[in-house]
T-cell receptor, first 115, second 112 residues
Framework: DTGVSQNPRHKITKRGQNVTFRCDPI?????LYWYRQTLGQGPEFLTY????????KSRLLSDRFSAERPKGSFSTLEIQRTEQGDSAMYLC?????????????FGPGTRLTVL | DQQVKQNSPSLSVQEGRISILNCDYT??????FLWYKKYPAEGPTFLIS?????DKNEDGRFTVFLNKSAKHLSLHIVPSQPGDSAVYFC???????????FGTGTSLTVIP
């Protein structure tokens, strides 16, 4: 399977704990995106990398959120001191710059539940 | 501020008939539009896209129409099949960035 993969698929944590999610993009894709989706809503943009550089960040990305893509391949999204409002599906997508309009291909997501 | 709107949360269509899903946007700087399909417990799957320089794009049973003056996008599925039952999201991208803006989705049910 050469699609976008995300781990873990599910995460249950207690309020105040830190969590980290991983995304492995399609291998030749140089762009990587993180989105958050809550029930009844479409995906909301969080941040975007081109290679290892983080080029855009949404105002939704509070100081408790940090994302990295150290070698321009996989990426991690960390949430510190989780809150119940952080419960959501976290989606990762990747694209190839200049290819098919930068169409983004999504992974299956990580569902976070904060108790 | 919802810049991409899908005003119909749900739609039911008989198998074999046409499904029409609608999407409206407010930002005139959007230049690229896409439709994604999402099954439960999976990420969105790319379906079809259209550039703002076109008004129609067709791929098999799926056709997307773009009316820039009305800031309106629609997806036609003909003929509809039970396997098309899913949530469909409309998305748009500005000509000055790579962020995609998504609508809230329309849940399509195709009745056998």
């Amino acid at each position: 399977d050469t699609g976008v993969s995300q781990n873990p698929r599910h995460k249950i944590t207690k309020r105040g704990q830190n969590v980290t999610f991983r995304c492995d993009p399609i291998s030749e894709h140089n762009r990587l995106y993180w989105y958050r989706q809550t029930l009844g809503q479409g995906p909301e943009f969080l941040t975007y990398f081109q290679n290892e550089a983080q080029l855009e960040k949404s105002r939704l990305l509070s100081d408790r959120f940090s994302a990295e893509r150290p070698k321009g391949s996989f990426s991690t999204l960390e949430i510190q001191r989780t809150e119940q409002g952080d419960s959501a599906m976290y989606l990762c997508a990747s694209s190839l710059s200049g290819g098919d309009g930068d169409t983004q291909y999504f992974g299956p997501g990580t569902r976070l539940t904060v108790l | 501020d919802q810049q991409v709107k899908q005003n119909s949360p749900s739609l039911s269509v008989q198998e074999g008939r046409i499904s029409i899903l609608n999407c409206d946007y407010t930002n005139s700087m959007f230049d690229y539009f896409l439709w994604y399909k999402k099954y439960p417990a999976e990420g969105p799957t790319f379906l079809i896209s259209i550039s703002s320089i076109k008004d129609k794009n067709e791929d098999g049973r799926f056709t997307v129409f773009l009316n820039k003056s009305a800031k309106h996008l629609s997806l036609h599925i003909v003929p509809s099949q039970p396997g098309d039952s899913a949530v469909y999201f409309c998305a748009a991208r500005r000509n000055t960035g790579n962020q995609f803006y998504f609508g809230t989705g329309t849940s399509l049910t195709v009745i056998p």
